[in-house]
Every structure is written in C-alpha cells, then in structure tokens.
C-alpha cells in the first residue's frame, strides 16, 4: 500500500496531463466539440422518456432527470470497464518503453471519463430548476456516493486489465456481461416499482451499479437517505477488490511488456 500512494503521487501529473490530452483528442476536428457529452446522454434520454410514457404509458416522476442521472453515471462505469479490459494493449507505445505502473492508466480513463460524465450531469442542475425539485441538505451525500463509484469502478477496472492482457476474449465476455447488468441496473425504470420484494431487494444490494444509481436519484430527486449499508458493504468489497487488482499489476507488469513486444 505504501508503494501504490508513493506511485499515485509520483505519476499524478503524468495522469492529469494525459487525461487532458485525451480529452481534447475527442473533440478535435468536432464543431461541437465537448457539447457531445451533454447530448449524448440528453438523446438517450429522449428514447427512453418516449419508450416508457408513449409506448408503454409507464413511468416515475421526473422521468428525464431519472433517466439521465443514471444514463450518465452507468457511461462512466460502463466506459471505465470496457476499455480497462484492453489499456496495456492499447498504451504498448508507453509501456514498452518507459516504466509507469499500468494502474496509472487506469486513472487516466477515470479521469477523463469522469469530467465527461460531470460536464453531462451539469443537465441535472438545470432539470432540477426546471421541474422546481426542492432539494435539501442530504445532496451534499452524493460526494461519499461518488467516492464508492470511484472505488468499485477502479476495483473492477484493475482486475480486468490485468486478466486483458492474457485473455483475448474478455473484451467480449465484458462488452456482454455490461449489456445485461446494464437491464438490471434500472437505467430508464424504477427496480424497487416493477419487481416485488425480496428480488427488487436482492437486485439493488446484489449489484452495485443499480444501487449507487438509486442511492444518487434518492438523494438528488427524492430528498430520501440511501441504503447505507448496503452501500458501506460495496466500499469494503471495492477495496478488497481493489488491493487484490493492484497486487496482480505489481506482481505480472514485468510480463505485460514481454507479451506487448
């Protein structure tokens, strides 16, 4: 542990720097450059909106701000894991030539996946104001809510750069795998209104991307307190994950760049 916060400070600019870069590769060359982040979940949100009240005449309160808190927080997690699973491979150019510990990598993704997501919830402030949502003092809970993300994200993200380097097909088992947690997450309907109890219980707990995305909607849309918990447990659970992620990098990274040349 001592080593990973000596690297962490060590390489926290080299991450900053390269997650800057990154950004501003994706929208060269783009007249509307970072507004894409913005419309990105803005236009999904309008699929679903219509799919849940037009088509199937169902819906929550505050639909759009429903949907677009966890179409925007399901991008960053989704995004961070699908491309963790293929970072070495993809960063061989840095890797095999100068020495970083490959989880840095995986801040660079978080980072910058991370500012897009945030410039994308910027919307939510404006549809709070819109649909005159009182908010109250439990909003300032979404800063811990965010820091579990950050630790379960970084956990998977760790592990699945470490076994993406041996195992060809996990990009595809991940890309699938996220597909379907991707339905049972409740990114355009509300899991504890369409299933009964103990399943929308179970589903909620069990997975932590539908319960870090209900816990932000209580918070933001509700004024209601999260499960806690539930929520202490995924932490615990991340940062075993993630200290078990972190060991493999530092004992295999020797053999990445062996299997990059």
């Not at 379960?152 to 041996?166: K, P």
């Not at 890309?175 to 109890?197: A, N």
Request: overall charge positive.
């Amino acid at each position: 542990m001592k080593r990973f916060i000596t690297d962490i400070q060590k390489y926290r600019s080299y991450a900053l720097y390269a997650a800057k870069s990154e950004l501003k590769s994706e929208v060269a060359g783009s007249r509307l450059s970072w507004l894409w982040w913005i419309l990105d979940p803005m236009l999904f949100m309008m699929v679903y909106s219509f799919v849940a009240l037009i088509v199937f005449s169902r819906g929550v309160p505050y639909l759009p701000v429903f949907i677009f808190i966890g179409y925007s927080v399901w991008n960053f997690f989704s995004s961070c894991l699908r491309q963790s699973v293929k970072l070495v491979a993809s960063n061989s150019s840095i890797v095999t030539k100068v020495y970083i510990p490959k989880y840095i990598l995986i801040f660079v993704k978080m980072v910058s996946n991370a500012f897009k997501m945030f410039v994308s919830l910027l919307l939510v402030i404006v549809m709070v104001i819109g649909y005159q949502i009182s908010v109250d003092w439990k909003v300032i809970l979404i800063v811990p809510v965010f820091c579990i993300l950050f630790v379960v994200t970084f956990a998977f993200s760790s592990l699945f750069l470490h076994f993406g380097v041996y195992l060809e097909d996990l990009a595809y088992i991940v890309s699938v795998t996220l597909k379907l947690i991707f339905y049972m997450t409740g990114i355009f309907y509300s899991i504890e209104d369409r299933l009964p109890y103990p399943f929308s219980s179970f589903l909620l707990k069990g997975n932590p991307m539908a319960l870090l995305v209900d816990s932000l909607r209580k918070l933001i849309i509700y004024q209601s307190m999260p499960d806690w918990g539930a929520l202490t447990l995924w932490l615990l659970i991340g940062i075993l994950l993630a200290i078990a992620g972190i060991h493999n990098i530092y004992k295999h990274e020797n053999s990445y760049v062996k299997i990059m040349q």
